[in-house]
């Protein structure tokens, strides 16, 4: 279906565009008879007090409903902060912050993401065979399954350790598996001698499996020696996977302290 269009309210007093939606049939004309106490309902409130009425121009048209929301998306990006939209979720994700302009982020001038990673040591995994055997792990339920999942060969990951702090950064080598399907050196993960063999539990239910990516460390610490600042506004999570784009305090303590550079390790 291409019924779809994208439309523009305009003040006329100015000239100014305030309003970006998508719709089919009348949408474009339904805010005009809106009762609410939205700032797009007062703009037009203000704009009718002065006996004039906002222009409504659609501005693209036989568009799919995907393309409709992408088109409005772009433009809800490129004058977000001028327009009176409660922006919605859709594409969201695909659209870098407008607060974000001044610091380069994973994603969008990396092609790759700095994650923090939490371990989660317990019956199903362990810090001392990650590091021998290259390789993280979380699983045992779909929303630990999916977290692993959105690594990327390539991510950069900070590795946390409860109780101690951060215990190692490394590369990803390859997208997380279903621990079944995963070789070590040409040979099975499974067969390996690990100190969590329980890692091998519900293998066999996708949903439940524990997912591995094969890691390369490019520094790590024994437990011992976790870096680790008391009281200082650290980054920590209870998720599995969590983006460090937004944590500059963080990312400069794991620089000075593995002795990095994150820039040269993300291109």
């Not at 809800?76 to 969201?92: D, E, F, P, R, V």
């Not at 779909?142 to 900070?158: H, I, K, N, S, Y």
């Not at 011992?224 to 500059?248: I, N």
């Amino acid at each position: 279906m291409t019924d779809y269009y994208v439309y523009v309210y305009i003040d006329p007093r100015n000239f100014e565009e305030f309003y970006f939606g998508k719709g089919k049939g009348s949408r474009k004309n339904a805010h005009l008879s809106e009762i609410s106490d939205t700032e797009k309902s007062r703009r037009i409130k203000a704009i009718r007090k002065e006996g004039l009425e906002p222009l409504v121009r659609v501005i693209a048209r036989n568009l799919s409903e995907h393309d409709a929301l992408l088109v409005e998306k772009t433009l809800l990006w490129k004058l977000g902060k001028h327009l009176t939209n409660i922006s919605s979720g859709h594409y969201s994700s695909n659209f870098r912050p407008h607060d974000a302009l001044h610091k380069k982020l994973s994603g969008f001038d990396y092609q790759n993401g700095l994650y923090y990673y939490n371990i989660g040591e317990g019956p199903h995994r362990n810090w001392d065979d990650y590091v021998k055997f290259g390789f993280i792990s979380g699983g045992q339920a779909p929303r630990f399954r999916d977290a692993m999942l959105g690594f990327e060969e390539g991510d950069v990951v900070a590795a946390y350790l409860k109780s101690h702090g951060f215990v190692g950064v490394g590369q990803i080598t390859q997208k997380a598996r279903p621990v079944r399907e995963v070789y070590v050196d040409s040979g099975p993960l499974l067969q390996l001698e690990l100190k969590c063999p329980q890692i091998v539990e519900n293998s066999d239910d996708l949903d439940k499996s524990e997912y591995v990516c094969l890691v390369d460390w490019i520094s790590v610490r024994k437990r011992s020696e976790a870096y680790w600042k008391a009281r200082s506004g650290l980054f920590t999570s209870q998720l599995v996977r969590a983006s460090l784009d937004a944590q500059p305090s963080t990312v400069a303590f794991l620089e000075e302290t593995f002795a990095l550079d994150f820039q040269e390790l993300m291109v």
